[in-house]
């Protein structure tokens, strides 16, 4: 199993990224994605979800409003859309997995919202 995460950066406040999570070695499609953070000094946080079909998605309430998650299982990818984005979503952003009991995670994808 592998995760690899891409589409950090540095971005305005107000302005936009989307990141992606390429998953390999599992079906990707029967599988929930989550996305996580972890800003400088604080323990990583759930940020959304979205199950295999990508019909159910869920987002913490600090990013609801903002943020969007989405899937192509064709592509094996999953999306992470921020707009709207604040200093505070400044954090390296880590895509999950949990296969049969097992946790995966991929390396990490830094964005710093700085003006």
């Known amino acids: 199993v592998h995760i690899v995460e891409s589409g950090g950066g540095l971005v305005q406040p107000g302005g936009s990224l989307r990141l992606s999570c390429v998953g390999s070695?599992?079906?990707?499609?029967?599988?929930?994605i989550y996305w996580y953070r972890q800003a400088p000094g604080k323990e990583r946080e759930w940020v959304a979800a979205?199950?295999?079909?990508?019909?159910?998605?869920d987002y913490d309430d600090a990013v609801w409003d903002r943020f969007t998650v989405s899937r192509d299982n064709s592509k094996n990818t999953a999306y992470l859309e921020m707009n709207n984005m604040k200093p505070e979503d400044t954090a390296v952003y880590y895509c999950?997995?949990?296969?049969?009991?097992?946790?995966?995670w991929g390396q990490g994808t830094r964005v710093t919202v700085s003006s």
């Open positions: 999950h997995t949990t296969i049969h009991t097992e946790e995966y």
């Open positions: 979205i199950g295999g079909p990508g019909n159910r998605k």
């Open positions: 070695g599992f079906t990707f499609s029967d599988f929930v």
